[in-house]
C-alpha cells in the first residue's frame, strides 16, 4: 500500500503570505497527486488534480509542483477565505489521503 | 449539473450492519471512465478511501477493511450502495460519496456529496 506522509500538520500564516504545502509518497505516484480543500463543515473540495492542473473555477494563487514521490501546494498570496484544511491524494495506485494540515491565520 | 447525496442511518449499535446509499444526478455511471467511490472521515481527522465501483460494475476496496465492506450499484445507474459488517464505534464518521472518470480507473475526485454523519453507539 502507498503511504501519504503530509507535512506540516498545522501552519499559521499572514494575508499575503507564500504558503507551502508538502506531500511526500512512500513509491513513486508519477504524477497522480491531486489537492482538496475542506472548509469546517464541508465536504472537501479539489483544488488541483495531476500535480499541477487548476481544477475549473479555482484561483490561479494555488499552484502544484512536484513529481515521483514528493510533491508540494503553493498558496501565491494567502487570503481569508483560504483559511481550511488542505489534503493530498494519491490515486496511482488506489487512493490514498494524506493526514491533512489545518491552514490558520496569523 | 453533477450531484451526489449520501443518506443513511444517522445511528447503529455496535456488531450491526451499516447500509449507506449514494444516489447521484447529472451523469450516468454506465459512461465509460465513471467510477464512484466511498470516503469516511472521523470528527477532526483526516479522510480515509473505502470503496468504489466502476462503469462496468468492477469493484474496488480498501486492503485494511476488505473483508467488511460490499459496494454495489442499481440497474438504473443513479445509485451507488455501501455495506459495512460488523460496526464498532471505530466506523463513526461522516460518510461521503465522491466521483471521478479516468481512462485507468484511478482518478480525481472533482464531485462529491455532502456527506452523512453516522455515529456507531450502544
Known amino acids: 500500500d502507498i503511504q501519504m506522509t503530509q507535512s506540516p500538520s498545522f501552519l499559521s500564516a499572514s494575508v499575503g503570505d507564500r504558503v507551502t504545502i508538502n506531500c511526500k509518497a512512500s513509491?513513486?505516484?508519477?504524477?497522480?497527486l491531486d489537492w482538496y480543500q475542506q472548509k469546517l463543515g464541508e465536504a472537501p473540495k479539489l483544488l488541483i488534480y495531476?500535480?499541477?492542473s487548476l481544477h475549473t473555477g479555482i484561483p490561479s494563487r494555488f499552484s502544484g509542483s512536484g513529481s515521483g514521490t514528493d510533491f508540494t501546494l503553493t498558496i501565491s498570496s494567502l487570503q481569508p477565505e483560504d483559511v481550511a484544511t488542505y489534503f493530498c491524494?494519491?490515486?496511482?495506485?488506489?487512493?490514498?489521503f494524506g493526514g491533512g494540515t489545518k491552514l490558520e491565520l496569523k | 449539473q453533477v450531484t451526489l447525496k449520501e443518506s443513511g442511518p444517522g445511528m447503529l449499535q455496535p456488531s450491526k450492519t451499516l447500509s449507506l446509499t449514494c444516489s447521484f444526478s447529472?451523469?450516468?455511471?454506465?459512461?465509460?471512465?465513471?467510477?464512484v467511490s466511498w470516503i469516511r472521515q472521523p470528527s477532526g481527522k483526516s479522510l480515509e478511501w473505502l470503496a468504489a465501483?466502476?462503469?462496468?460494475?468492477?469493484?474496488y476496496y480498501n486492503p485494511s477493511l476488505k473483508s467488511r465492506l460490499t459496494v454495489s450499484k442499481d440497474t438504473s445507474n443513479t445509485q451507488v450502495f455501501l455495506k459495512i459488517t460488523s460496526v464498532d464505534i471505530a466506523d463513526t464518521a461522516t460518510y461521503y460519496c465522491?466521483?471521478?472518470?479516468?481512462?485507468?480507473?484511478?482518478?480525481?475526485?472533482?464531485?462529491w456529496g455532502q456527506g452523512t454523519l453516522v455515529t456507531v453507539s450502544s
Open positions: 465522491a466521483r471521478s472518470r479516468s481512462s485507468y480507473i484511478y482518478g480525481w475526485f472533482a464531485y
Open positions: 447529472g451523469f450516468s455511471l454506465s459512461t465509460s471512465g465513471m467510477v
Open positions: 465501483i466502476d462503469w462496468d460494475g468492477d469493484k
Open positions: 513509491q513513486n505516484i508519477n504524477k497522480y
Open positions: 495531476n500535480t499541477n
Open positions: 491524494l494519491q490515486h496511482n495506485s488506489g487512493w490514498t
